[in-house]
Nanobody
Framework: QVQLVESGGGLVQPGGSLRLSCAAF??????????MAWYRQAPGKERELVAA???????NYVDFVKGRFTISRDSVKNTAYLQMNSLKPEDTAVYYC???????????????WGQGTLVTVSS
């Protein structure tokens, strides 16, 4: 019912910038998308939250990316973005888009995931 498509990953040098996008395609009527977020999973590590944008405008970031990454949402396009600046080799990972969707006014939140986009930071 909700498909998430990520794009924008690639190879960048340390200190460089990259912008990821996540488009949400909704095939049926929903109450709303409560939260859109970015997660990442590096080799040998568990998937971790990077940044989240709530429908009320609140944004949250893990300490490691504060001041470097910015998450934003375009409600008209149903798209979330992650602007990444001052990239470090430790940022290398597969980045996944996540959406928490309320399908009707009485329903609970349901998670949807994108397939991921690879970000490699290397000289």
């Amino acid at each position: 019912q909700v498909q998430l498509v990520e794009s924008g990953g690639g190879l960048v040098q340390p200190g460089g910038s990259l912008r990821l996008s996540c488009a949400a395609f909704v095939s049926e009527t929903i109450f709303g998308i409560n939260t859109m977020a970015w997660y990442r999973q590096a080799p040998g590590k568990e998937r971790e939250l990077v940044a989240a944008a709530i429908s009320d405008g609140t944004t949250n970031y893990v300490d490691f990316v504060k001041g470097r990454f910015t998450i934003s949402r375009d409600s008209v396009k149903n798209t979330a973005y992650l602007q990444m600046n001052s990239l470090k080799p430790e940022d290398t990972a597969v980045y996944y888009c996540n959406a928490k969707v309320r399908r009707n006014i009485m329903g609970s939140l349901r998670d949807y995931w994108g397939q991921g986009t690879l970000v490699t930071v290397s000289s």
